[in-house]
């Protein structure tokens, strides 16, 4: 390909609306423009690393078993209304009505029409198991679509569905899948955790999310470095950790707190230790209010609660709501005297000695509070956010916290949608049986921005060599030399013929442009053109990933950097078979 010839319209500003790094260089390079919140269009450019990205995942999946099929994006509404998901799927659904006034959606996900498929053509335990899949836009009215294609309300996702006999053969299709999700992963070239994981409104009773791990990654994870716990922070498990407080020997009574509201303040007028405070925390919980109560020093865990509790709409209660269940703002409130209002505690709550509380009225606190004595609590269960420096819940080892970018996900669904749409089997002895389902997702789009996320520096994109546009770009200094220009040509066609993607940069531009253009959009391999080195017959090459420069003499160049490419291709391929 020829730069000239190229739609890559490459950008020296950032544009306003840019805030992560993928969102920034995906702009900047060309790869994609935004065409409304939420929707990009994909470039030349930006549509070959998805094609890559795709073709590794397809491999994939076939090496797995997996076979492809197309799925309609329009959805009608009674296969939702079937599993009960049109009424409690949420704001984030795109519904819309034919002339007809029948009820669509546009998938968000492809359960509901999956199992109808299944459940019309699949009879015998004979035709199973079964892993079928699709690449396919998918559609989510997200509130606030941002960070480019990290969370739009279109993307591309391949979702693959595995239906078996029993718990035994969906256990088999879940680990064939948690393999080849590795093997993705690692053919991108990507540096990722696979972490256990809150199943969320997909529903069942195992999962597992694939993390690629950036700074700038909307979710935490928590991994151990001895053994090999991994899980998301909605999911890791904490345990109760109790530790020796400073008896002060409290008189339990009621003290006037002046102004002081926030654990931090509470703790100083005390002279005690956050881990001394009790906070009450307020939730509405569908058509109820709780109270969730918390060692001053630790974060709550909604997803844990909101699976404690089995609600459907958690937040948190509003000020009035506040005052109207305690009699106080926030800031003075307890769990004393709370009548009509379910109580949930963490588990490390009734461990706490001499606890400090709100009093439920304007400038009061408890002190010397006995957690199950001074006041009751109806359910103790984990309900906190694991913190780096904790035991691990499997070896009790120090744990990690790190950011990450959420790009994989598998379910072990059972027969949470085939039990209600009716995809059965009969096995060998003529019994009718709901069949077994898993359902497993990856986000195409994102695994391009997380690979951005993972590979860049303060010039641009450092693309792994698996997924990169091109392979190597040709840059003759001056196109106004025609000894210049002749060996370009030459080895843009002797690479071509070595199998290699290639562009050269013809455009009559300045070198400076050529170079920052090549580094933005990254190239993994720069071949330079220029008269200097042609005098000695070499020509000079750039690894884009390390900054590796070195030169090559002419006659070997084409041998020289296809090897280059070939072996970094090959590490992945490796690394796979690891």
């Given at each position: 390909m020829r730069i000239s010839q190229m739609l890559a319209p490459t950008l020296r500003e950032t544009p306003a609306e840019a805030e992560v790094i993928s969102h920034k260089l995906l702009l900047r390079a060309g790869m994609i423009r935004k065409t409304t919140a939420g929707v990009y269009t994909y470039l030349p450019l930006g549509q070959r690393v998805i094609k890559k990205i795709i073709e590794i995942v397809r491999e994939e999946m076939d090496r797995a078993g997996g076979q492809e099929v197309g799925l309609p994006i329009i959805q009608p509404a009674e296969l939702w209304q079937e599993t009960g998901r049109w009424a409690v799927y949420g704001e984030e659904m795109f519904r819309l009505k034919d002339r007809h006034q029948r009820d669509f959606c546009l998938g968000p996900t492809h359960e509901e029409?999956?199992?109808?498929?299944?459940?019309?053509?699949?009879?015998?335990?004979?035709?199973?198991?079964?892993?079928?899949?699709?690449?396919?836009?998918?559609?989510?009215?997200?509130?606030?679509?941002?960070?480019?294609?990290?969370?739009?309300?279109?993307?591309?996702?391949?979702?693959?569905?595995?239906?078996?006999?029993?718990?035994?053969?969906?256990?088999?299709?879940?680990?064939?899948?948690?393999?080849?999700?590795?093997?993705?992963?690692?053919?991108?070239?990507?540096?990722?955790?696979?972490?256990?994981?809150?199943?969320?409104?997909?529903?069942?009773?195992?999962?597992?999310?694939?993390?690629?791990?950036?700074?700038?990654?909307?979710?935490?994870?928590?991994?151990?470095q001895v053994c090999d716990y991994a899980a998301n922070v909605e999911k890791a498990e904490c345990q109760p950790q109790v530790e020796p407080a400073e008896v002060k020997h409290l008189k339990r009574e009621r003290v006037f707190t002046p102004g002081v509201q926030t654990v931090e303040e509470v703790a100083n007028f005390f002279k005690v230790s956050p881990k001394q405070v009790i906070k009450t925390l307020f939730y509405q919980a569908d058509d109820q209010v709780i109270a969730v109560l918390l060692r001053g020093d630790r974060r709550i865990n909604e997803t844990k609660l909101k699976n404690l509790v089995k609600c459907l709409r958690l937040e948190l209660a509003d000020d009035a709501t506040v005052e109207r269940v305690t009699g106080a703002p926030p800031g003075s409130v307890g769990p004393i005297g709370l009548t009509g209002i379910k109580v949930y505690a963490d588990l490390e709550v009734p461990f706490v000695i001499e606890a400090i509380v709100g009093a439920n009225q304007v400038n009061y606190h408890w002190q010397g509070i006995t957690p199950g004595v001074d006041f009751s609590l109806d359910v103790v269960a984990d309900l906190r956010t694991m913190e780096a420096g904790e035991p691990c819940p499997k070896c009790a080892s120090p744990v990690t916290v790190a950011r990450g970018i959420e790009v994989g996900h598998i379910f072990k669904l059972g027969t949470k949608y085939s039990e209600v749409l009716g995809a059965k089997f009969l096995n060998e002895k003529g019994q009718e049986l709901p069949m077994v389902m898993g359902c497993y997702g990856i986000g195409v789009s994102r695994t391009m921005a997380a690979a951005v996320e993972q590979n860049y520096d303060q010039d641009g994109i450092k693309w792994p060599m698996p997924i990169a546009p091109f392979h190597v770009i040709v840059v003759p200094v001056s196109t106004h030399d025609a000894e210049q220009m002749r060996v370009a040509e030459e080895l843009y066609q002797g690479l071509l013929r070595s199998g290699l993607e290639v562009v050269v940069d013809d455009r009559n531009e300045r070198a400076g442009v050529k170079f920052k253009d090549a580094d933005l959009i990254g190239y993994p391999i720069r071949v330079t053109v220029g008269a200097k080195a042609l005098k000695e017959g070499q020509v000079e090459v750039k690894k884009r990933q390390t900054g590796e420069q070195f030169f090559v003499p002419l006659p070997e160049a084409v041998d020289y950097i296809a090897k280059l490419v070939k072996e970094e291709i090959q590490a992945t391929l490796s690394e796979v078979l690891k």
């Open positions: 029409i999956i199992t109808d498929l299944v459940r019309g053509e699949v009879r015998s335990y004979k035709q199973l198991p079964l892993l079928l899949y699709q690449v396919q836009n998918k559609y989510r009215d997200e509130r606030r679509p941002r960070f480019g294609l990290m969370r739009g309300r279109e993307f591309i996702m391949k979702d693959l569905y595995s239906f078996d006999v029993d718990a035994d053969g969906l256990e088999i299709s879940y680990r064939k899948m948690y393999d080849a999700y590795c093997r993705v992963f690692t053919r991108c070239g990507l540096r990722y955790r696979a972490v256990e994981a809150d199943p969320g409104a997909i529903g069942g009773n195992a999962s597992h999310e694939f993390m690629v791990l950036a700074e700038s990654g909307e979710a935490e994870v928590v991994f151990c």
